[in-house]
């Protein structure tokens, strides 16, 4: 399938067969956040759908926990911002999806989060389009992050397990990128040399800066004309 074929907002995921099953995500590409990560894991076998949102700033772990929910077979991921209620919609009826993340869900059109708040109240789909009506009935847990909540529904805000993050100290920054570029070869010096880099040169606290560089950089030498480079065409406040 390419991403023509694809309906708007809907993203190709991993072919089904190498996800694991829900019981053997162990979001070991997270550092801390044991009391999260038991409570994704006891949603995760929970009878019924248990919903959770993410909520914080950019430079937090949320985006981390949607990447391993990711991995789950029968898992669906998109952006908010991206969705379009013909394109979900098509989806779930199509692909009728175990796990849906989404990503700043906040920036979903509010026709949209009402779709929403119907399957993740009744598990009810339905749409009338063309003098013709369609229904079904899913059992989806819906997983999601948003920078904030002002922009969503009331409703579809109470049926979520609510988390409130922090932003990274630098401890745990440096502790993190370490981490994640280990798993992807980068040597420890290097990796922490990306993290104060991004840190204290790019004024950025967002982990995805690391990889980024991690992926360039093969020496400390990489690392500090990467992120001088990077700084010096950097948007102006």
């Known amino acids: ?26 979001f070991d590409s997270i550092i801390g956040y ?13 009878q019924m759908p248990v919903h959770i949102l993410l909520v914080g700033p950019p430079a937090s772990a949320k985006t ?14 998109t952006l908010g911002s991206h969705s379009t209620k013909s394109g ?33 109240e009744t ?36 049926r979520f397990v609510v988390l409130h993050f922090k932003q990274y100290s630098f401890d ?3 502790e993190i990128c370490t981490h994640l570029l280990g798993r992807d070869g980068v040597p420890a010096d ?8 991004v840190w204290t040169k790019l004024k950025s606290k967002d982990i995805r800066d690391c990889v980024k560089i991690g992926r360039l950089a093969k020496s400390l030498q990489d690392v500090d004309w990467i992120a001088q480079t990077l700084s010096n065409y950097k948007k102006q406040k």
């Open 123 to 158: 598990g009810i789909i339905a749409e009338a389009k063309f003098q013709k009506t369609r229904n079904t009935q899913l059992k989806t847990w819906v997983f999601a992050t948003s920078n904030g909540t002002d922009r969503m529904l009331t409703p579809l805000l109470s």
């Open 34 to 46: 044991d009391d999260v990560k038991r409570l994704f894991r006891m949603s995760l076998s929970s």
């Open 88 to 120: 979900m919609i098509d989806y779930l009826f199509d692909k009728r999806p175990r796990y849906l993340i989404i990503d700043e869900i906040e920036h979903m059109p509010m026709k949209d989060q009402t779709a929403l708040l119907s399957l993740m």
């Open 172 to 174: 745990n920054f440096q």
């Open 64 to 77: 981390l926990f949607m990447l391993e929910c990711m991995k789950l077979e029968r898992s669906f991921f």
């Open 190 to 197: 290097i990796a922490a040399a990306i993290s104060e880099a």
């Open 1 to 26: 399938m390419s991403f023509d074929d694809l309906p708007v907002g809907v993203e190709e995921s991993a072919p089904e067969q190498t996800k694991p099953e829900s019981s053997q995500v162990v």
